[in-house]
Nanobody, 115 residues
Framework: QVQLVESGGGLVQPGGSLRLSCAAS????????MGWYRQVPGKQRELVAA???????NYADSVKGRFTISRDNAKKMVYLQMNGLKPEDTAVYYC?????????WGQGTQVTVSS
């Protein structure tokens, strides 16, 4: 059974930084692509950043140059370093992976960017 547990969200002022973490279990972590998504009420969940098993990354245009996704296969962890945060980054952030065609999600962590 896949389990993803996010942590690291919180309240931060515009221009600040946060680092989100996601601990994974129940998968052969090193073989799985991992992603971070976010969702605000009334809107669809959107991809923020993804990292493949080989370390190739891709980002939403809105976060390029500000966010960095990384992974530690030994610890089965994926991270999202968020710098230069803006109020529009406020959302619930979810960790994601796909196994045998099925998406798995964490419980989400709230990120609020406000002065």
């Amino acid at each position: 059974q896949v389990q993803l547990v996010e942590s690291g969200g919180g309240l931060v002022q515009p221009g600040g930084s946060l680092r989100l973490s996601c601990a994974a279990s129940g998968i052969i972590f090193s073989r799985n692509a991992m992603g971070w998504y976010r969702q605000v009420p009334g809107k669809q969940r959107e991809l923020v950043a993804a990292i493949g098993s080989g370390g190739i990354t891709n980002y939403a245009d809105s976060v390029k140059g500000r966010f960095t996704i990384s992974r530690d296969n030994a610890k089965k962890m994926v991270y999202l370093q968020m710098n230069g945060l803006k109020p529009e980054d406020t959302a619930v952030y979810y960790c994601n992976t796909r196994l045998r065609g099925a998406d798995s999600w964490g419980q989400g962590t709230q990120v609020t960017v406000s002065s």
